[in-house]
């Protein structure tokens, strides 16, 4: 299985919104509503921000949404904020049982 | 509060079984529709699944690293297991365990509960 493809890096000032991508075929991203996303500041555990496409674990801000179309999903933050600053993933569940990342995105707040 | 905790190696030799332990804490392994699974970061780069086992002991892999990755459940010492055999210079990494989630309506490969992780090196 091939890693899902993300963008290497985004960036945008404080209060504007982006927009990550997360790419993957009829087998894993466009198969099934289990599109989840990690935020990773350094040197630290991931943290589950969204779940299920668009889904938000409790204490997580409603400034982070999810969305999908077909093979694709998105991560859309806005209000950005400087601790925003990290490297996000995407993960996707498979048709073959199984889970699989994006590549990551390094999120830079100018 | 649930919590995660791995032990074993930290350095490996070229050839050798990587073996890890998930000690979890907190709560039971045994638990419907939770699912107990290892994840790795290589030094600067992005997260790879390893493979996820039930406390039935139903496991998957992934299939980059399924010939050689073995997962095992303990619900007696509420652990689980993780052995990686002929590892390389490429198995460098820091090496997680993580609690995920599967329903028929909800899933996500770890949430809330992971360990801290830990750097298995492999080298001569």
């Known amino acids: 299985q091939s890693a899902l493809t993300q963008p290497a890096s985004v960036s945008g000032s404080p209060g504007q919104s982006i927009t990550v991508s997360c790419t993957g075929t009829s087998s894993d991203v466009g198969a099934y509503n289990f599109v989840s996303w990690y935020q990773q500041h350094p040197g630290k555990a991931p943290r589950l921000m969204i779940y299920?496409?668009?889904k938000r674990p409790s204490g997580v801000s409603n400034r982070f949404s999810g969305s999908k179309s077909g093979n694709t999903a998105s991560l859309t933050i806005s209000g950005l904020q400087a601790e925003d600053e990290a490297d996000y993933y995407c993960?996707?569940?498979?048709?073959?049982?199984?889970?699989?990342f994006g590549g990551g995105t390094k999120l830079t707040v100018l | 509060q649930l919590q995660l905790q791995e032990s074993g190696p930290g350095l490996v030799r070229p050839s050798e079984t990587l073996s890890l332990t998930c000690t979890v804490s907190g709560g039971l392994i045994r638990s419907e529709s939770y699912y107990w699974g290892w994840i790795r970061q290589p030094p600067g780069k992005g997260l790879e699944w390893i493979g996820s086992i039930y406390y039935s002991g139903s496991t998957n892999y992934n299939p980059s690293l399924k010939s050689r990755v073995t997962i095992s459940v303990d619900t007696s010492k509420n652990q689980f297991s993780l052995k990686l055999s002929s590892v390389t210079a490429a198995d460098t990494a820091v090496y997680s365990c993580?609690?995920?989630?599967?329903?028929?309506?909800?899933?996500?490969?770890?949430?809330?509960?992971w360990g801290q992780g830990t750097l298995v090196t492999v080298s001569s």
């Open positions: 993580a609690r995920g989630y599967c329903s028929r309506t909800s899933c996500y490969v770890a949430g809330d509960s």
């Open positions: 993960s996707s569940y498979t048709r073959s049982n199984t889970w699989v």
């Open positions: 299920d496409v668009n």
